[in-house]
């Protein structure tokens, strides 16, 4: 691959290894850091010898790689916060005690049903001086007042450690919040907040406020609510107020990447200040103060973006095109991908785990990699004609990129996505337009009516267009299993094809062969660890009773309630027989007992009641059964003791008691999640 021959594309994939190692294999700071400076002395050496001839130059640049990849394993290890002694992880003595904590207020997250959500810096806790990032989680029993970024509060609740997913296959929100260096979570209600008049005035802060005026001066001149929201994502890359149906309608159309600033977004910004700035003249000095007002303004709407990942991808590699503008020269996009990259993991390394950044990252290589190719299939004369097949090149391009992503992490695809940006994307450029106008008016106290009218307008009509595309929910191909190892594969067949086709030849042929049956081989074989595979398991679902039978691809699945009148157990339901590739075979009611692989265990449900089973291995307990534990445990003498989510957390502590007295192991699925046997 011609791209590889870059040398700041190694470095960066080199540098890139060492963050992933560091992910996964956690090595401790010191073994780091020595490998670092070892690294780094190794690499003086070979200079000073290369100079003088006595080694190939070939080896200072392996030494160069092997830098670069531990300066990504330091860089990983060096930001982990909890290395640091007064990091609050270090003061939480017990979970589901009161504390008392100062935080101040560092993001907007989008509200729960019942809460205000929060990410925090912790100040103090219960008096001591503390640091680290918290999700906090104000319950709204009474109206709060308008928090804004950078306001200290004063809280008093509950603190309670990032846990894994308490059933298979679920997202694994713990790890997400880890990855952005939130290592636990804190409850607590509106009457036990106390806002203090102090306020952290960092550019944060200041950003914060100029969002919320825009949103005020437009909610006052009755911009509609729903049109509002989409606005805010659109520019601001504010999402927190998109009702779900609206993000849903736009995840089935396949234009839910319009709701994040990317690249789309930040070049028109670009294009748009270049425009303004066309009167200076392009002499020296003036190609000078247009290229530092294009940087400052594009960071400054990065800032006002909130610097999400996809904003400080698209802000910095737009800020390379714009230096490369102002030196005259073309600038090569390989290049700039890598040293936008390159600079934002060195500042940021959490972010090559957002999901977000992987997918921009790939839709833009694939954009500039396999465009081109797609584009010379046709070159129709029309220019109207030109500009839409480039359209659909260019989604086509983005979407075989990043295909085999998208279904690994979301399990879904949309198929109409390319009549979507057929449609939206000629029309995107018009209401970006009118929507920094109108935002930058707003920011001003000015509202100028008409305009404001014609860009609710043009947002209804995107709503529509898009809701229309969204409704037929049977180009959706949702529930699409699909494993690591295959995911890399496919992606393996998918570079091999792309190569071939470009330079066609029998060993590249030969290439495609060995990943098209390599990818077969998987398929097939962890079709056969389904099928082998058997399994009995308790979920944890709140306020009732789950329990799969899985031989091979087919489950039974028994349950306390209705599953087709509850979403959360058939949502619970559904990650399982995806991330399994089975499927439900049929449901039964709850039994009084069940057999496993030669395994008894005893259901003792709500009434209490119950018959003496001979030495049952596993008891469940359901519903809160009115029962004396220690009499059970005397009549069966049980292995385990098993209590799911049906239960209240008092009976399960006054359980959890008497197994301990009796010596006998008690799962509480809330606590540990599920149970598989």
């Known amino acids: 691959m011609r791209v590889l021959q870059f040398p700041l594309i190694k470095i960066t994939a080199c540098f890139v290894l060492g963050l992933l190692l560091a992910h996964f294999a956690k090595p401790a700071f010191l073994f780091s850091l020595i490998a ?15 100079k003088l001839k006595l080694i190939p130059n070939a080896t200072f640049g392996i030494s160069v790689f092997f830098v670069s990849f531990f300066i990504g394993i330091f860089t990983l290890v060096s930001q982990d916060t909890t290395r640091n002694k007064k990091h609050y992880i270090h003061f939480i003595s017990k979970e589901s005690k009161n504390y008392l904590a100062v935080v101040i207020l560092k993001e907007k997250l989008k509200n729960s049903s019942v809460s205000y959500r929060y990410v925090a810096q912790v100040v103090s806790l219960n008096g001591k001086e503390t640091n680290g990032k918290i999700l906090l989680n104000i319950k709204s029993t009474t109206i709060l007042p308008n928090l804004d970024i950078g306001s200290t509060l004063q809280i008093q609740g509950a603190f309670y450690k990032n846990k894994p997913p308490n059933n298979p296959n ?61 606005v805010v994502a659109l520019i601001l890359g504010q999402q927190q107020d998109i009702s779900p149906e609206i993000v849903r309608d736009y995840q ?35 190609a000078f103060v247009k290229l530092i007002t294009v940087i400052l303004f594009l960071w400054a709407f990065g ?20 230096i490369g503008m102002y030196l005259r020269r073309s600038v090569n996009i390989y290049n700039t991908l890598a040293i936008s990259a390159l600079l934002i993991l060195l500042f940021q390394p959490s972010f090559l785990m957002d999901v977000g950044f992987q997918l921009s990252y790939v839709a833009l290589f694939f954009i500039v990699w396999l465009q081109p190719l797609l584009a010379s299939i046709w070159m129709p004369k029309n220019k109207i004609v030109q500009f839409f097949w480039d359209i659909i090149t260019v989604s086509f391009a983005a979407q075989i990129g990043t295909f085999p992503m998208s279904i690994y992490y979301f399990h879904q695809f949309p198929g109409l996505f390319f009549i979507t940006n057929l449609v939206i994307l000629p029309g995107m450029s018009l209401i970006l337009g009118l929507g920094v106008i109108v935002l930058f008016l707003a920011a001003f106290d000015i509202i100028w009516m008409p305009l404001l009218k014609v860009l609710e307008w043009f947002i209804w009509i995107l709503n529509k267009v898009i809701a229309w595309v969204a409704s037929f ?3 959706v191909f949702k529930d699409i299993p699909l494993s ?47 099928q082998s595979n058997q399994e009995l398991i308790v979920f944890n ?20 309630i209705d599953l087709n009148k509850n979403t959360i157990p058939k949502m619970t339901l559904n990650s399982y027989w995806v991330g399994n590739s ?38 469940l307990l359901v519903n809160n059964p009115k029962i004396n534990l220690d009499r059970v445990l005397q009549d069966c003498r049980p292995k385990l003791i098993i209590a799911d989510g049906s239960n209240s957390k008092f009976n399960c502590k006054l359980w959890k008691a008497t197994c301990e007295k009796e010596k006998i192991p008690f799962h509480n699925t809330f606590e540990k999640g599920f149970y598989k046997l």
């Not at 670092?36 to 290369?50: D, T």
Request: hydrophobic share 45%.
């Open 36 to 50: 670092l400076v070892s690294s780094l002395m190794f690499l003086l050496g070979i200079y000073f010898y290369s």
């Open 170 to 230: 679920q997202f694994d929100y713990a790890n997400y919040l880890q990855n952005q260096h939130i290592y636990g979570q804190f409850y607590t209600n509106s009457n036990q907040v106390k806002v203090s008049s102090v306020k952290e005035k960092s550019l944060f802060y200041f950003a914060s406020l100029i969002r919320n005026r825009i949103i005020r001066n437009l909610e006052k001149n009755h911009f509609h609510k729903t049109e509002l929201s989409v």
């Open 303 to 322: 800032l006002l973006a909130g610097f999400a990942p996809s904003v400080v991808r698209s802000v910095t590699m737009f800020s390379f095109v714009a």
């Open 541 to 560: 679902c709140k306020k009732a009773t789950l329990i799969t039978e899985r031989f091979g691809d087919q489950v039974t699945v028994f349950s306390s």
């Open 252 to 286: 089935y159309a396949g234009a839910v990447h319009v709701l994040s600033v990317s690249g789309l977004h930040v070049g028109f910004i670009l294009l748009f200040i270049t425009f303004l700035l066309k009167p200076i003249p392009n002499s020296r000095r003036g």
């Open 582 to 619: 089975c499927q439900i075979q049929n449901t039964k009611a709850l039994p009084n007992v069940l057999y496993f692989k030669n395994k008894k265990i005893l259901i003792i449900n709500k009434g209490g009641s119950y018959f003496v089973v001979e030495s049952p291995d596993v008891i």
């Open 473 to 475: 929910e049977g180009f």
């Open 484 to 530: 690591l190892v295959t995911m890399w594969l496919l992606y393996l067949l998918i570079f091999s094809i792309i190569i071939w086709i470009k330079k066609p030849s029998f060993k590249k042929l030969e290439v495609v062969l060995l990943a098209l049956i390599s990818l077969q081989i998987t398929a097939l074989t962890l079709k056969y660890f389904c």
